[in-house]
Every structure is written in C-alpha cells, then in structure tokens.
C-alpha cells in the first residue's frame, strides 16, 4: 500500500511513520509544513528507506496537495495546530489548518479516488464528562478553539462518507505520551525543567483529569482502524491510565528527583475542561485493539528518553516553552 501520511514530522504522526516502515512493506510518503511543532530529526530513523518520501507542504495549499495525492492508496491524517494554549492565544492557524486543511485533503483524496482515509482526532470534541465514559455515539460540545476546530474537521471527514461514499475511518484519542513529544505539552514541558533544576506551572487546583496513552498504543489503533476500520465508523482509542494533574506531577517529580518545591500554581486555563473519559470498547470488540505499554514502564522510558536526548529538545531559538502550559 502507499501512504499519505500528514503531519508525519510531528510528535505521533513521526511514532506511526517509524513503526509502519520498520514492520510493513508499505511505502509512505510524509506531508508536513514543518511548523515549530515538526521536525525532520523524527524522521532520521528511517529517512533513508527507499520507501520513505518527505514532501514539505501546507495542506492549505490546494495546489500542491493536489500534485501529491496521486498514486496513494490510503492517508492518515495527523497535521494540525494541536496545542489548545496556543488555541486560546490565537484560533486562526487552528480554523485555516484544522478545518480547512482537512477539507482539502478530504477533496484531493475524493478527486484522486484514494481507497481510505483516516482523520486522526481527539477526545477533547467532547467537551468535558464529570463520571463515567463517552462512547463514539456522545454528542460533540467542544470547549477550546482547539478542540472546536478538531470537531468541524471530524464533522467533514464524516460528511464526505455520507454525501460521497468516501471510504473515511475517524479516531478519537486520549492523551498522548512518549518521546519526540514537543515540550509545550506537559509531560515533556515538566520533565525537562524538572531535569534542569527549574519550577513547573500547574494550572489551578491540579484536580483535572486525563486518560494517559503511549503514542506507540496509540498508533497500533490507528493501524487497526487503517487496515480494518469500517467505512464512516469512529473508533475511540484510549490508554486506559486516568490520572489527576497533581498526581501525574507526583510522578513525575518521583521521577526526575525532585519534591514538591518545585511545583508553582499557576491561574487556571481558561474553559479548562475537567475530565475526559473514552470508553474503548467498540475498537476492543470489533478491531481486538488493547493498549500493551503500561503507564509506569511508559512514562519511566520516556523520562529516560528526554534525559538521553537533550540535544533534541534543547530551544532551537525563542522560548516557546515559556508562554504556554499543559496538556
Ligand atoms: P504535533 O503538534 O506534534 O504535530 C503536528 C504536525 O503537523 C507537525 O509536524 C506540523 O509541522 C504539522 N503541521 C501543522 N500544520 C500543518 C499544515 N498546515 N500543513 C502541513 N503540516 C502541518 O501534533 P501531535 O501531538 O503529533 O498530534 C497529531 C494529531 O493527533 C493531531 O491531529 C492532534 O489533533 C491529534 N491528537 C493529539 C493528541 C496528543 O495527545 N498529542 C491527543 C489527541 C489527538
């Protein structure tokens, strides 16, 4: 199979790149306008396979993803502006690429009658569950710029199968961990300053929840839903690990060696959704997926891995990581 696979150089998008051209014969071409957020050094593990292609693009610009969408048989759709602080800073960016982009990418594919398409989203379009779990069917009530424009762009992908036919599969995801992670979010964002002697920001009362994934889970469920998705289903893939901010930090200071004195309460986000909660039992039942990276072993090869690599998270120019906080 060739795949088109956007956002490749990103955090997740580099994971599933990596993974499929170790373990499959398929050939994979990368579409990536290598924003702050991507970056080539993700790719260097494979960037010299004879099946590996690197296109740098914008999936705004209709001109080019048309040249590049003939011959694939299939693509997966990570590229986005994926960080909701910067969403609530400016939504712009997030409206052009999320909604935008995604449309058209969905009518390049149409046009060029590529067999499936997998648009990679997010639990955030739900907004916020207090008890118990979403399943796929939950209405979306998004409450951040970000995950707004995640659910247009999911709303699209799912329009284009019921008015065109086009073999579209949407993923809803919890949040991801693991190395190659840019350290905006807050598990690299922390664990670095931790490991440099600094103070890490936590946003109010340390009480809102996430449901923790490893990207390497998260990208064999979007295998699964690649290869053996139903046309216009959605799939949920969560890592089953549900953790309040504060007792992530705890971990996380355990981790790196450090105590409580190095945490700083910071105002609360804003719209900071308190909980979110996938239930899997639909990917479980019909695709036989099940998370296989438990969240201690994950997260203490993580640590490692930013602690190994420091070269590669080092500020490349400005300071991103002070302007904006969590996850
Ligand atoms: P990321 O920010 O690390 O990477 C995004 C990639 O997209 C980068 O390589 C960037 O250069 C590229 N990109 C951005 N705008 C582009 C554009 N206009 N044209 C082409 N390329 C562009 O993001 P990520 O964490 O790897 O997330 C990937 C996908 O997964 C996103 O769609 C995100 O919404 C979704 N998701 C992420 C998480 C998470 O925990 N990280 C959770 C749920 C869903």
Same mark, same amino acid.
């Given at each position: 199979?060739?795949? =088109? +696979?956007?956002?490749? &150089?990103?955090?997740?998008?580099?994971?599933?790149?990596?993974? =499929?051209?170790?373990?499959?014969?398929?050939?994979?071409?990368? @579409?990536?306008?290598?924003?702050?957020?991507?970056?080539?050094?993700?790719?260097?593990?494979?960037?010299?396979?004879?099946?590996?292609?690197?296109?740098?693009?914008?999936?705004?610009?209709?001109?080019?993803?048309?040249?590049?969408?003939?011959?694939?048989?299939?693509?997966?759709?990570?590229? &986005?502006?994926?960080?909701?602080?910067?969403?609530?800073?400016? &939504?712009?960016?997030?409206?052009?690429?999320?909604?935008?982009?995604?449309?058209?990418? =969905? #009518?390049?594919?149409?046009?060029?009658?590529?067999?499936?398409?997998?648009?990679?989203?997010?639990?955030?379009?739900?907004?916020?569950?207090?008890?118990?779990?979403?399943?796929?069917?939950?209405?979306?009530?998004?409450?951040?710029?970000?995950?707004?424009?995640?659910?247009?762009?999911?709303?699209?992908?799912?329009?284009?199968?019921?008015?065109?036919?086009? #073999?579209?599969?949407?993923?809803?995801?919890?949040?991801?961990?693991?190395?190659?992670? /840019?350290?905006?979010?807050?598990?690299?964002?922390?664990?670095?300053?931790?490991?440099?002697?600094?103070?890490?920001?936590? /946003?109010?009362?340390?009480?809102?929840?996430?449901?923790?994934?490893?990207?390497?889970?998260?990208?064999?469920?979007?295998? @699964?839903?690649?290869?053996?998705?139903?046309?216009?289903?959605?799939?949920?893939?969560?890592?089953?690990?549900?953790?309040?901010?504060?007792?992530?930090?705890?971990? =996380?200071?355990?981790?790196?060696?450090?105590?409580?004195?190095? +945490?700083?309460?910071?105002? #609360?986000?804003?719209?900071?959704?308190?909980?979110? &909660?996938?239930?899997?039992?639909?990917?479980?039942?019909?695709?036989?997926?099940?998370?296989?990276?438990?969240? #201690?072993?994950?997260?203490?090869?993580?640590?490692?891995?930013?602690?190994?690599?420091?070269?590669?998270?080092?500020?490349?120019?400005?300071?991103?990581?002070?302007?904006?906080?969590?996850?």
């Amino acid at each position: 199979m060739r795949i =088109l +696979v956007t956002g490749g &150089a990103g955090f997740i998008g580099s994971e599933f790149v990596r993974g =499929l051209l170790t373990r499959r014969t398929d050939r994979v071409t990368v @579409l990536d306008a290598l924003t702050y957020a991507g970056n080539l050094a993700n790719l260097a593990p494979v960037a010299n396979l004879p099946a590996f292609d690197f296109i740098q693009a914008d999936i705004r610009d209709a001109e080019t993803v048309e040249q590049v969408m003939p011959g694939h048989d299939a693509v997966v759709h990570f590229a &986005a502006e994926s960080h909701v602080d910067r969403s609530i800073a400016g &939504a712009t960016p997030f409206v052009t690429t999320n909604v935008l982009g995604t449309q058209v990418l =969905l #009518d390049a594919a149409r046009r060029h009658g590529v067999g499936r398409f997998v648009h990679v989203s997010t639990d955030e379009v739900y907004g916020s569950i207090d008890s118990g779990a979403w399943s796929e069917d939950q209405p979306l009530d998004p409450s951040s710029p970000y995950s707004a424009s995640k659910a247009g762009s999911d709303l699209l992908a799912l329009a284009c199968h019921r008015t065109h036919r086009m #073999d579209v599969v949407v993923t809803r995801c919890s949040n991801n961990y693991g190395p190659y992670q /840019y350290r905006e979010k807050l598990i690299p964002l922390f664990v670095t300053r931790l490991l440099t002697g600094e103070q890490v920001p936590l /946003y109010g009362d340390g009480g809102n929840v996430r449901e923790w994934l490893h990207v390497a889970d998260h990208c064999r469920g979007i295998e @699964l839903a690649l290869d053996r998705g139903r046309p216009g289903e959605i799939y949920h893939i969560g890592g089953g690990t549900e953790l309040t901010n504060r007792e992530l930090v705890g971990r =996380l200071l355990a981790a790196c060696g450090r105590d409580w004195s190095a +945490v700083r309460h910071v105002e #609360d986000r804003k719209g900071h959704d308190r909980r979110y &909660a996938l239930s899997v039992e639909k990917i479980r039942n019909e695709l036989g997926y099940a998370p296989q990276v438990s969240f #201690d072993e994950g997260l203490a090869a993580t640590v490692a891995w930013y602690r190994d690599n420091p070269d590669w998270w080092r500020p490349r120019g400005g300071t991103p990581e002070k302007a904006v906080v969590g996850a």
